[in-house]
């Protein structure tokens, strides 16, 4: 899976957290950009994209997920050191 | 990924029916279409969509039809929030419009013991104080002594009391106590257990203490340490992940499971858990068909893996039974074979506490309808249980009231899959509870005694049945033997014999030797019978002794034997014999024929012509032979 790839499908995974079909995501967004990505949506977000990529993010890469961008990079990471 | 609700059904696409969902107008439709969907399997996410679908129509003022309205408030000690979801959606699956309502972190003790306004407004109906082992943990030392940890637990569950009691006065809401999910990895190993200071065994204590003191004090459990250690229940709930970065006792993983519990127990509270277990019979409660095996060919009881699993499921069912749950069958079968198939000798479930038993040809759906129209109890009481994917399907889809559970393939899991669906959670458990099984059974029993004295003769003659009598040639050899080698329970003197031994006494022109055949209006229903009666030299020439008469219990009641002894009694004629002399030889098996030969018309014969143990003598004379009524044709073959 490729960096775009996982755009795509971390895209999905906020669409269906946030059950909207409408959310766009770019590298820099930002939980002041999606509305109710607040700190419990967040850990949603966590779990559900651990579900979907199969995947389990340390503790300590909890502090670092604060934009999409963040987020792809890290997952993009462990899929390839996974694979 | 865990599969937590997994005795709900796979839906084909449930994202996409929640996208259509979103686009219906009205509050109250698109309430409805998630009801519907709560009751599929899903994750979250897909749980937290259909709750947003849900919320226009459970915040209006109507009370949604088909829904009870019920206010619960969560008192908790960890991160609850993102379990609300979840048990919104269990509860529209549960038949109930909650309101939910969650004290502030960390508040639940103030809440109860000062003063909370916004509580008060709510008016909560049920309090569910949903604690964990961190709040609060009991402080003791490893090497503390049992009186240490008494003392403790004392303290800590009289501190409980209390809340429980506040709860109740101020707001006489049903308290709910959740138990404390160990979290706490061991220390000593093995050994936690033999050291009351070690935080394994203090937990378990505390758990069976708060237990205990709950049942006296009327509060109902979340007893979420108990579920942790079921199979297939949630590894544990929680994440310790998720404990630090958000004091979640239960991860969101887990969050449709745990909010299925909590709103189980509230429709247990709210009366709405379910009064009667419904169960098919082939490949159900038993493996194989009985009506193309028979009763010696289907798999149940000891010996086999298979057999065994089927019998232990039985078990499980007929301890429900007894704990007040009515038993009922809907079975594609044809009545008097399924009927007779509860002679099985290892069936574990028996008939007398089966409350209403439905074995025909129609659809299921009707059938399910005429047991709850029988038992005076609403489709929404039923719990439909059927190892046939299309007959689950369909019932779901006929009667969306009944509860259908998505059945392993394993027979071996059918009752952990029965249990944690928690169909039948109890807030109570009473002397009624345990005689009512007995009484909806004997009240079936009459009625069906009823319909014997009205209905039978003309539900047999409905039945246009045909006994072809062959006499025993080498065509019939094979299975006349195999017969008389397997049948235990139709069998007046359980004789067995080899092929060679069958064919010496068929071909004797003295014997009568006969294989019977039943065939009725649903077909040819096989060899069902095996007679020989032969001279015997201990016995005057002009009787004739019945050496051997078994049958198949597929064609019990409906008066074979009666049609049997006239063919009998005929051939015996031709052979200028005056009287036959029939034995009963007592075996742990055929008590069901002890009494076949006075029910025949027998008389007793009082001098043994046989010297045998445990045998009884009787003698019909043929010229004065009492006739006998049946409904059967005598065919030729």
């Known amino acids: 899976m490729n960096e775009q790839d996982v755009m795509g499908t971390l895209t999905q995974v906020f669409r269906d957290v946030f059950d909207d079909d409408d959310i766009v995501l770019s590298p820099s967004t930002t939980a002041q950009d999606v509305e109710g990505w607040d700190s419990q949506e967040h850990v949603n977000l966590v779990v559900a994209a651990e579900m979907r990529f199969g995947i389990r993010f340390r503790t300590a890469e909890l502090e670092s997920l604060h934009t999409v961008g963040e987020f792809a990079r890290l997952i993009h990471a462990k899929l390839a050191a996974s694979a | ?637």
């Open chain 2, 1 to 637: 990924l865990p599969d937590t609700l997994h005795w709900l059904a796979e839906h084909a696409d449930l994202s996409a029916a929640i996208r259509d969902a979103k686009t219906v107008t009205g509050e109250a439709e698109r309430l409805a279409l998630a009801a519907s969907l709560a009751g599929y399997r899903r994750d979250f996410t897909l749980t937290g969509r259909i709750d947003k679908l849900a919320a226009a129509g459970l915040e209006s003022e109507r009370a949604p039809p088909g829904l009870h309205p019920l206010r619960l408030a969560l008192l908790s000690s960890h991160t609850v929030d993102h379990l609300l979801p979840s048990i919104r959606v269990a509860g529209l699956y549960r038949r109930l419009a909650l309101s939910l309502y969650v004290t502030p972190y960390g508040m639940y003790r103030q809440a109860l013991l000062g003063s909370d306004p916004a509580l008060e407004a709510f008016a909560p109906q049920v309090i569910v104080l949903a604690l964990d082992a961190h709040d609060s943990p009991l402080q003791l030392p490893l090497d503390a002594t049992e009186d240490n940890v008494a003392a403790a637990i004392e303290k800590y569950v009289d501190g409980l009391r209390t809340l429980w009691h506040r709860a109740r006065e101020r707001y006489s809401a049903q308290v709910v106590q959740q138990t404390l999910v160990p979290t706490a990895p061991s220390v000593f190993g093995g050994f936690d257990g033999l050291v009351p200071g070690s935080p394994t065994a203090l937990l378990e204590r505390l758990n069976t203490r708060i237990r205990s003191v709950a049942r006296q004090d009327g509060v109902l459990l979340l007893d979420l340490a108990w579920h942790v250690a079921q199979p297939g229940q949630g590894d544990g709930l929680g994440d310790p992940v998720r404990w630090h970065q958000a004091k979640q006792l239960v991860s969101p993983i887990f969050a449709p499971l745990y909010g299925d519990l909590v709103a189980r127990l509230a429709a247990a509270v709210a009366g709405l858990s379910r009064k009667c277990l419904v169960l098919d019979l082939d490949n159900t409660l038993w493996g194989g068909v009985i009506g193309d095996d028979g009763i010696d060919g289907i798999r149940l009881g000891q010996g086999h893996p298979i057999g065994e699993a089927f019998a232990s499921f039985q078990a499980y069912v007929s301890l429900l039974g007894r704990r007040g749950v009515v038993l009922a069958v809907c079975s594609k079968n044809d009545d008097a074979v399924a009927q007779a198939a509860f002679s099985h000798p290892e069936m574990v479930l028996k008939r007398s506490e089966i409350a209403a038993f439905v074995a025909n040809w129609n659809d299921k759906a009707g059938n399910l309808r005429q047991i709850a129209a029988q038992l005076n109890i609403g489709l929404d009481s039923l719990v439909f249980v059927d190892d046939n994917p299309a007959e689950r399907d369909i019932v779901r889809r006929e009667l969306p009231e009944v509860a259908v559970p998505e059945l392993p393939e394993d027979v071996a899991l059918y009752p952990a899959c029965l249990a944690s669906a928690g169909y039948f959670e109890a807030v109570s458990f009473t002397a009624d509870d345990a005689a009512r099984g007995r009484s909806y059974a004997q009240n079936e029993a009459r009625r069906a005694e009823s319909n014997i004295a009205t209905d039978m003769p003309a539900y047999l003659r409905s039945l246009n049945m045909r006994l072809v009598a062959t006499p025993v040639g080498s065509q019939e050899l094979p299975r006349v033997t195999q017969l008389i080698n397997k049948t235990n329970q139709f069998n007046l003197t359980t004789r067995r014999y080899t092929e060679a031994q069958v064919q010496n006494l068929a071909s004797d022109p003295a014997c009568v030797a006969l294989a019977l055949r039943l065939i009725d209006k649903y077909g040819d229903n096989g060899l069902i019978s095996v007679v020989i009666a032969r001279p015997d030299p201990r016995l005057p020439p002009e009787e004739l002794f019945i050496d051997t008469w078994l049958m198949s219990c597929r064609v019990l009641g409906r008066q074979v034997e009666e049609a049997v002894l006239d063919v009998v009694a005929d051939a015996a004629g031709q052979r200028g014999a005056r009287a036959l002399i029939g034995q009963y030889r007592s075996t742990p098996r055929n008590a069901m024929v002890a009494e076949h030969y006075p029910r025949l018309g027998f008389s007793t014969h009082s001098t043994a012509p046989v010297a045998e143990p445990d045998s009884t003598f009787w003698r019909c004379e043929l010229n004065a032979r009492p006739s006998l009524q049946h409904h059967i044709e005598i065919g030729q073959p």
